[in-house]
C-alpha cells in the first residue's frame, strides 16, 4: 500500500492534511510555486517541498487542496502519468466542468473530509469522530482505490465512514448546505437577533451570549442527540418558544426561497456567478461590513474571556 503522497498548496486545509498524514506515518511532500511565502512554515514541518511540474514528471497520487475557483490555473498546462491519482476535496471544480478531469492524465477522485482545517487537526490529535465522503466512479479499478482510500482516511484521522457519495451529489449538497444554513442563516439570524436586543435595552454581554455565544453550545446538543431526543431535552418554554417560531418564520415563502437556492445550484446558474465574482473584493467587502457591526465589536471585546487561543 503507497504511503506517499503529495499536497498541492498548503493553505489552512493542506497543513492539517500534512500534519495529521506526517504523524501517521506517511510521507508527505508539498507542491508550492518556488516564491510561495508557505514554503518555509512547510520545510520547518519537515516536508519535502517541490514544484507541481516537477512532481508530475513521475507516477504518484496527489491531493489537490487549492481554493476551488482557482483549479484550472493550478492544473493549467499539468497532465500527470498513467497510474497517477488526483484527489479533490470537493467536487466543485470537476462537477462545474471549471477543468476537465479527462484531460489531467490521472485518475480522478473524490475524498471529502466534512470538517474545517482546525477541526481536521483537532479531531485527529483528541481522537474525535471525524467524518467523509468519498467516490471511486471514475476510477478505473474501483475495489483497490477504494481500499487505498480508507488506508487514507484512517491515517487522516476519519473514524465515521468514510461514506460513498458521487461528484454531483458532494458538490450539490456541499454548495447547499453553506447557502441554506451554515453560511448565511446561522450569521445572519444571529445578528439581527442580538441587534434586536440591543434595540430593547439588552446589554450587548447578554445579548452576545444569548444569540452568538450559545449557538456553539446548542447546536453540539442538537448534532449529538438528534432532533427527538434535542426537544425532549429542552424547556417548556424554549420548546413552545421554539415551536412558535417554527410556525412564524419558516413558512412557504421560505421554503420557494430554499428550493430557488438549489436549483440555482443544479441548473448551473450558480457556477456562471462564481464564474464572474470577484472574489477577492467580494470578501474584502463583506468583512468590511462585519467588522462595523455590533456584533463583530462585541466578539472581539469578549473573545478573551470566552474562548481559548
Given amino acids: 500500500m503507497n504511503k506517499t503522497i503529495t499536497l498541492i498548496g498548503f493553505g489552512n486545509q493542506a497543513k492539517a492534511w500534512a500534519m495529521n498524514l506526517k504523524d501517521s506515518g506517511w510521507n508527505v511532500q508539498v507542491c508550492l510555486k518556488p516564491e510561495s511565502p508557505s514554503k518555509d512554515l512547510a520545510l520547518k514541518l519537515g516536508l519535502h517541498v517541490t514544484t507541481l511540474e516537477q512532481a508530475a514528471l513521475n507516477v504518484g497520487d496527489f491531493v489537490n487542496l487549492t481554493p476551488d475557483h482557482l483549479h484550472h490555473e493550478v492544473l493549467k498546462g499539468i497532465t500527470f502519468l498513467k497510474g497517477s491519482r488526483l484527489i479533490f476535496a470537493h467536487g466543485y471544480s470537476i462537477e462545474s466542468k471549471l477543468i476537465d478531469g479527462d484531460k489531467l ?12 482545517a482546525s477541526e481536521l487537526r483537532f479531531l485527529y490529535e483528541t481522537k474525535g469522530k471525524l467524518a467523509a465522503v468519498y467516490s471511486v466512479e471514475f476510477a478505473q479499478n474501483k475495489e483497490q482505490t477504494k481500499e487505498w482510500i480508507f488506508e487514507l482516511a484512517k491515517a487522516l484521522g476519519i473514524n465515521a465512514g468514510p461514506y460513498p457519495a ?8 456541499d454548495l447547499f448546505s453553506e447557502q ?23 446589554s ?3 445579548a452576545y451570549l444569548e444569540c452568538w455565544y450559545e449557538m456553539k453550545l446548542i447546536a453540539n446538543t442538537l448534532v449529538k442527540l438528534g432532533p427527538t431526543e434535542f426537544f425532549k431535552l429542552i424547556s417548556p418554554n424554549a420548546l413552545l418558544g421554539g415551536y412558535k417560531a417554527d410556525k412564524l418564520l419558516f413558512d412557504k415563502a421560505y421554503q420557494n426561497k430554499l428550493e430557488t437556492l438549489f436549483e440555482d445550484i443544479d441548473r448551473g446558474t450558480f ?7 470577484d472574489f477577492s ?6 468583512a468590511d461590513e462585519w467588522g462595523h457591526s455590533s456584533l463583530q465589536q462585541t466578539h472581539l471585546k469578549l473573545k478573551s474571556q470566552l474562548f481559548e487561543d
Fill in 105 to 116: 492524465g490521472a485518475e480522478i477522485i473524490l475524498f471529502a473530509p466534512k470538517a474545517i
Fill in 166 to 173: 458521487t461528484f454531483e451529489e458532494e458538490t450539490k449538497a
Fill in 180 to 202: 441554506s444554513i451554515l453560511c448565511s442563516v446561522l450569521p445572519r439570524a444571529a445578528e439581527l437577533s442580538f441587534n434586536l436586543l440591543r434595540k430593547n435595552g439588552i
Fill in 204 to 206: 450587548e454581554e447578554l
Fill in 271 to 277: 457556477y456562471k456567478q462564481a464564474s464572474d465574482a
Fill in 281 to 286: 473584493a467580494l470578501r474584502e467587502a463583506i
